[in-house]
């Protein structure tokens, strides 16, 4: 049971877009479909911000978004916001019932 | 709101154990699966384990078969985790959380420490 890999830290202007990758294997991302995203700022329990790939959970801003291809998900924000910064962490179901999460990835706002 | 109350963490000494709960409010308990997740210090999520809404399957990380133990009590609303032979890389922040569809995790706790140090 491997993590998934992220880029350690990303950063970004207000109002620039900023992608997150999550590389995976045949044995996850591109068979199962189930990558999911969390935000979690400093001394916080993570939150879920995207679910089954691209999907948004009711109260999420729109300018976040997710995408896939191939064995790689990715997180994208549109028009960062100073309260966007936080560390995200991807997730997916994996093969043998397991769930595996990315080493995360700390999002700066410049 | 669906609420998530972890306890039981606390320091134990390498090779001790430990049980942590997970009291749920907020949510028809019985329906949920739900998992175990845990956080090292500066670190990122591993998950630990999960428990599916009648307790009648469980699964585990590498790390956690054979030491820990993923139990719930629907009658009370309650999760548990009963850890055993804990070691150093055991110490982290533990969170439960609420499953959905076996894919992804929609309300998390704030979590429990355990620290495992002599």
């Known amino acids: 049971q491997s993590a998934l890999t992220q880029p350690p830290s990303v950063s970004g202007s207000p109002g620039q877009s900023v992608t997150i990758s999550c590389t995976g294997t045949s044995s996850d991302i591109s068979t199962y479909g189930r990558v999911s995203w969390y935000q979690q700022p400093p001394d916080a329990a993570p939150k879920l911000i995207i679910y089954d790939v691209t999907n948004r959970p009711s109260g999420v801003p729109d300018r976040f978004s997710g995408s896939e291809s191939g064995n790689t998900a990715s997180l994208t924000i549109s028009g960062l916001q100073p309260e966007d910064e936080a560390d995200y962490f991807c997730s997916s179901y994996t093969s043998g019932d397991a769930w595996m999460f990315g080493g995360g990835t700390k999002v700066t706002v410049l | 709101q669906v609420q998530l109350v972890e306890s039981g963490g606390g320091v134990v000494q390498p090779g001790g154990s430990l049980r942590l709960s997970c009291a749920a409010s907020?949510?028809?308990?019985?329906?949920?699966?739900i998992h175990w997740v845990r956080q090292a210090p500066g670190r990122g999520l591993e998950w630990v384990a999960y428990i599916s809404p009648s307790g009648g399957e469980k699964f585990y990380a590498d790390s956690a078969k054979g030491r820990f133990t993923i139990s719930r009590d629907n009658s009370k609303n309650t999760l548990y985790l009963q850890m055993n032979s804990l070691a150093a890389d055991d110490t982290a922040v533990y969170h439960c959380?609420?499953?959905?569809?076996?894919?992804?995790?929609?309300?998390w706790g704030q979590g429990t420490l355990v620290t495992v140090s002599s």
């Open positions: 959380a609420r499953d959905r569809a076996r894919s992804y995790f929609d309300f």
């Open positions: 907020g949510l028809i308990f019985r329906n949920f699966g």
